[in-house]
Every structure is written in structure tokens, then in C-alpha cells.
């Protein structure tokens, strides 16, 4: 059964710091894991989508990771702003989706 | 804007009651998902289709769940006999397989259900 697990739960960064958010599963057997953000009491927002086959994917200033071997995925997100805190959600698909718990990311002015 | 949508908003009820939630996915998307969140957890799977085909539904679904997907088109997800721990919120998100086998996910805003 594949399980995600999203470390840390919480983070607080000063602003304009670069930070790193790790995701972990265990079922390696995936075919593609999607990084999402979620504001409070609000839906899930695609951030970035990295195939199997891939090793990285980047949009703007997030860049997404896929070891897929160890089972391990990081999110970077480069010059933190306030805007960005939010919470970050990643989800693998192998049957069918799964998502971690996520992490709660507050950037400091 | 042809999004995901779900209605309504925010649903609150009486303990006891039947609610059902409403689920417009991208039109071009064969799949769509049925998730339960509350607060400070991940989505959590409930159960998905493939067209108009239900191909897997949680065990954790207790009976008084139940939802379908007529025509392969919108969905409906229906809570019977509502418990206060069914409160909530229920996402839907709708995606469609790529020639690589990638499948993204496009969610929603949600349906807020409060059960007092």
C-alpha cells in the first residue's frame, strides 16, 4: 500500500530565504508525483507535475525533484516571498492518486 | 471558464440527514476523483471513475457513501444518515491520461459540509 509522507508538517522561513520541501513514498512504482499548494478553505492549485521518466521539472522560481529509485521528491522554492505561504501538498499516482499530509509554509515579512 | 466546478460552496446540515454534492469536471477529462479533507490532513482518496465505470472506492467509505457518475459526465456524490465525523471538506478533481501515461490533476474549489 503506498503511503506519503511530507516533512516537515510545518516551516517558518524569513522572507527571501530559499527553502526546500521534501516528500517521501513507498511504492518507487509510480508513474508520475504532482506538487500542489492549497490556500485555507480553499481547492488544490497545480504547481508542477514530474513524469517518471523525469529527474526535474522548474516553473518560475519552484523547482521540483524526482528520485524515484529511494522514493524521495523535494520542492524548492527559491527568494521566498509572503505570497507563498500556503500549504504544499504532493501527490504520487500509481493505481490511482495518493497525497501526503503537507506542509504548512509561512514566509515572514 | 470550463474548471472544475463543484456545488454547492458550503453545505451544513442536521445529523441524520441525506446531502449530495455535485461535480462538473473539464469536459475533455475520462477521470474523476472524490476526495475528503479536514482540516490539517491531506486529501484523502474516496473513490474514482473512468468514464461512467467507478473503478475503486476506499475501504474506508462506510456504506452510507455513495456516488456516480452518469453519462460519463458530472458526478455525484450522496452521504446518507450524516454523522458529525462526516464533516468536511469534499474536493473533486477531474484528469485525462497523457501518451506518456502522466495524469494531472485539476481540483475543484470544494464543498464544505458541517454536520451539527
Known amino acids: 500500500k503506498q503511503e506519503v509522507t511530507q516533512i516537515p508538517a510545518a516551516l517558518s522561513v524569513p522572507e527571501g530565504e530559499n527553502l526546500v520541501l521534501n516528500c517521501s513514498f513507498t511504492d518507487s512504482a509510480i508513474y508520475n508525483l504532482q506538487w500542489f499548494r492549497q490556500d485555507p478553505g480553499k481547492g488544490l492549485t497545480s504547481l508542477l507535475l514530474i513524469q517518471s521518466s523525469q529527474r526535474e521539472q522548474t516553473s518560475g522560481r519552484l523547482n521540483a525533484s524526482l528520485d524515484k529509485s529511494s522514493g524521495r521528491s523535494t520542492l524548492y522554492i527559491a527568494a521566498s516571498q509572503p505570497g507563498d505561504s500556503a500549504t504544499y501538498l504532493c501527490a504520487v499516482r500509481d493505481d490511482k492518486i495518493i497525497f501526503g499530509k503537507g506542509t504548512r509554509l509561512h514566509i515572514l515579512p | 471558464d470550463t474548471g472544475v466546478s463543484q456545488d454547492p460552496r458550503h453545505k451544513i446540515t442536521k445529523r441524520g440527514q441525506n446531502v449530495t454534492f455535485r461535480c462538473d469536471p473539464i469536459s475533455e477529462h475520462n477521470r474523476l476523483y472524490w476526495y475528503r479533507q479536514t482540516l490539517g490532513q491531506g486529501p484523502e482518496f474516496l473513490t474514482y471513475?473512468?468514464?461512467?465505470?467507478?473503478?475503486?472506492k476506499s475501504r474506508l467509505l462506510s456504506d452510507r457513501f455513495s456516488a456516480e457518475r452518469p453519462k460519463g459526465s458530472f458526478s455525484t456524490l450522496e452521504i446518507q444518515r450524516t454523522e458529525q465525523g462526516d464533516s468536511a471538506m469534499y474536493l473533486c478533481a477531474s484528469s485525462t491520461l497523457d501518451r506518456g501515461d502522466n495524469e494531472k490533476l485539476f481540483f475543484g474549489s470544494g464543498t464544505q459540509l458541517s454536520v451539527l
Open positions: 471513475f473512468q468514464n461512467e465505470a467507478q473503478l475503486e
